[in-house]
C-alpha cells in the first residue's frame, strides 16, 4: 500500500470537471515534499500534468492542461488538489499522485519516491 493515495476520479461528460485529491497516510507527511500529478492513457506512455513545490510557491502545469487544470495545496502537510475543467475525452487516463522531495526529479518523473496506486477519470458522453 502506498503512502499517498488519489481520490476523485470518476466518469465525467465532455466539458465537466473533476477535482482529484492526493493525501498521505496518517503516518506520514506530505509537507516537506513537491507533489505532482501524472496520467497514463491506454497504450500511451505516462506524462506529467501537473507540479507544485512543497510550499505551494512554485507551480507548473504541462501544455495539455494551461488554461483548464489548476493544482493547489491549502497547507503544506494537507491533501493536493488537481481541478480539471473543461474536461475532452483525450483527458481520459489514470491519473497519479507522485511525491519527491527535489522539485526536478520530480518534474522528470524518473526515480521519483512516492507513488500512489492511480484513480481512473473517463471522459465520455
Known amino acids: 500500500q502506498s503512502q499517498i493515495m488519489e481520490s476523485g476520479g470518476g466518469l465525467v461528460q465532455p466539458g465537466g470537471s473533476l477535482r482529484l485529491s492526493c493525501a498521505a497516510s496518517?503516518?506520514?507527511?506530505?509537507?516537506?515534499?513537491?507533489v505532482g500529478w501524472f496520467r497514463q492513457a491506454p497504450g500511451k506512455e505516462r506524462e506529467g500534468v501537473a507540479w507544485?513545490?512543497?510550499?505551494?510557491?512554485?507551480?507548473k502545469l504541462a501544455n495539455s492542461g494551461e488554461g483548464r487544470f489548476t493544482i493547489l495545496r491549502d497547507n503544506p502537510g494537507g491533501p493536493v488538489y488537481l481541478q480539471m475543467n473543461n474536461l475532452q475525452p483525450e483527458d481520459t487516463a489514470v491519473y497519479y499522485c507522485?511525491?519527491?522531495?527535489?522539485?526536478?526529479?520530480?518534474?522528470?518523473?524518473?526515480?521519483?519516491?512516492?507513488w500512489g496506486l492511480g484513480t481512473q477519470v473517463t471522459v465520455a458522453s
Open positions: 496518517s503516518e506520514f507527511d506530505l509537507g516537506y515534499y513537491a
Open positions: 507544485i513545490s512543497n510550499s505551494g510557491n512554485s507551480i
Open positions: 507522485a511525491a519527491d522531495l527535489s522539485w526536478w526529479t520530480l518534474i522528470s518523473g524518473k526515480n521519483v519516491e512516492l
